[in-house]
């Protein structure tokens, strides 16, 4: 991945890699999250499946829609791509030595296309986190709750994530609040600047 000159070789590096894998490594992937996550409240656990069903099944439908129809783009990717590659290679090592990394390699290969290619999170918009924040896009910019905790969590994908740290709580009822906020600056800039 990290040799990837513009988006569209890091779209067929991927795509190539991808042949290893089938739907049924998607559903598996998918059933071992589903495993993990049984426990959890069910409002919240239920949203999380449906954004990482988006994450996993989501992203595969993106990547083979794309790489078939010859898409990408000839900008280069994102400089910290190699650092990525470099990442992805030492958790799949690490993870060997416990037992086999298929369903890690397969996840960051879709996060590596969704971030290096479509140059967006990781996790889809809408994804939540316990408190209740969500990932969240707001006037071009991805805003992520827990960015600033990359550092807590060995190999993760937070660092090489377009989304932002917020400034401000992403709770779902924020957008309208935030398009509220918007509106009475667009008011008030209009009735202190007007010149008619």
């Not at 919240?44 to 010859?70: M, T």
Request: net charge negative; with cysteine.
């Amino acid at each position: 991945m990290h040799e990837a000159a513009t988006k569209k070789d890091l779209l067929r590096v991927i795509a190539d890699e991808m042949k290893a894998f089938d739907l049924h490594d998607l559903e598996m992937m998918h059933a071992r999250f589903e495993r993990k996550v049984a426990n959890l409240p069910e409002d919240y656990r239920d949203r999380l499946l449906e954004s990482v069903r988006e994450e996993i099944f989501g992203a595969h439908h993106r990547l083979v829609l794309l790489s078939r129809n010859g898409g990408g783009s000839d900008d280069p990717p994102d400089p910290a791509l190699s650092a990525y590659a470099a990442m992805v290679a030492e958790a799949c090592t690490e993870k060997a030595r416990e037992k086999d990394p298929k369903y890690l390699y397969l996840k960051y290969l879709l996060s590596g296309f969704t971030m290096f290619v479509l140059a967006e999170p990781a996790h889809p918009v809408g994804t939540p986190f316990p408190g209740g924040q969500i990932v969240d896009e707001w006037e071009g910019a991805y805003l992520c709750p827990v960015r600033d905790k990359a550092d807590d969590v060995a190999f993760a994908l937070c660092p090489f994530c377009p989304a932002v740290q917020s400034t401000e709580p992403t709770f779902p009822e924020m957008r309208a609040r935030r398009y509220e906020r918007r509106r009475r600056e667009s008011l008030e800039n209009y009735w202190t600047n007007y010149k008619g």
